[in-house]
């Protein structure tokens, strides 16, 4: 199992992130900070999420080299090409870095062909990486693929155990754009914590069940940003490269697919 991914642009992305959704920017910098310490080198933030600033000085206090540490940030309501470009730079002074790893629309909304555009150029400045998006279901995703220079290096759209997204998998797979997971403990929905299924796999293995929700989707090609604000948690979410799930323990998870969002979303 490669704890990194080569992304389509030939840069590489590590397997397992730091997701910090709805992390009160009063504790973002020491989070961020002791999950780089635990060994994360991937942290995904969003100008939406309101701690940029905050991912920012957690990567400068670590000493870590820049290179060593891939930030992804989100764009959030920018009106086309000119919005998105002061979009771009804004961000890069809220992180406090000269280049963003890996930079996304957040969602489709308004012209995202101009948006994407903006991004394709940022990139070609050196502003920008890696360029994707987030929330690009079929018909969305299918539109920039036909009016792009660039095919997106990630989508990254809700998965885990009961979303788990097998067409838009096949589908990203054929036009060369890695399928990130966001949610990957579906936040805790539908009794994540306490599923029967994943309790059992959890306990042959030795593992948690937070584990095997997350070595499920590593094991499908998929990479992981799990959240968390306690330490131990965030050890627990990066130790999964010591075990391996069966085939027909991974054909069972299979059958916990609902199919449909669990927060109503996309
Ligand atoms: N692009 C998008 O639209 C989008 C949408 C949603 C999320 N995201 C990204 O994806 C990241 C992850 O998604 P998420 O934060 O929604 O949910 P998640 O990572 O699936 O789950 C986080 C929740 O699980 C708890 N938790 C984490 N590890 C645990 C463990 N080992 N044992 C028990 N509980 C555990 C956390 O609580 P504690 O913090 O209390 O430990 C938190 O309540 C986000 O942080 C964000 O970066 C992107």
């Not at 206090?61 to 060593?68: F, I, M, N, P, V």
């Not at 992804?72 to 090409?81: D, F, M, P, R, V």
């Not at 948006?115 to 150029?121: C, I, K, N, P, V």
Request: proline fraction near 3%; include cysteine.
């Amino acid at each position: 199992m490669e704890r990194i991914v080569r992304l389509n642009d030939g840069y590489t992305m590590p397997m397992v992130g730091f997701g910090t959704y709805q992390m009160p920017r009063r504790i973002t910098q020491q989070c961020v900070e002791q999950a780089l310490e635990t060994g994360y080198r991937h942290i995904d933030t969003a100008q939406c999420y309101g701690n940029e600033h905050e991912v920012g000085l957690a990567v400068k206090a670590s000493g870590l080299k820049r290179e060593d540490v891939f930030v992804t940030t989100k764009l959030w309501g920018a009106h086309g090409y000119g919005d998105t470009m002061r979009s771009i730079e804004n961000s890069l002074r809220t992180i406090g870095l000269d280049y963003i790893d890996l930079f996304l629309i957040h969602e489709p909304s308004g012209d995202f062909i101009s948006q994407y555009q903006a991004m394709e150029d940022a990139r070609q400045m050196g502003l920008l990486r890696s360029i994707g998006v987030a929330n690009f279901m079929e018909d969305n995703y299918l539109r920039l693929i036909k009016n792009c220079k660039v095919v997106p290096a990630v989508n990254q759209i809700e998965t885990h155990v009961y979303r788990q997204q097998a067409k838009m998998h096949r589908l990203l797979a054929e036009h060369g754009t890695w399928h990130e997971s966001w949610s990957p403990l579906a936040c805790g929905q539908n009794g994540f914590f306490h599923d029967p299924v994943l309790k059992r796999i959890a306990e042959v293995h030795g593992k948690s069940i937070a584990q095997v929700g997350l070595r499920w989707l590593l094991q499908q090609g998929v990479d992981v940003i799990p959240k968390t604000t306690h330490r131990e948690r965030m050890q627990e979410n990066l130790d999964l490269f010591d075990f391996e799930l069966t085939t027909e323990e991974m054909l069972d998870i299979k059958t916990l697919d609902t199919g449909r969002s669990q927060f109503g979303w996309w």
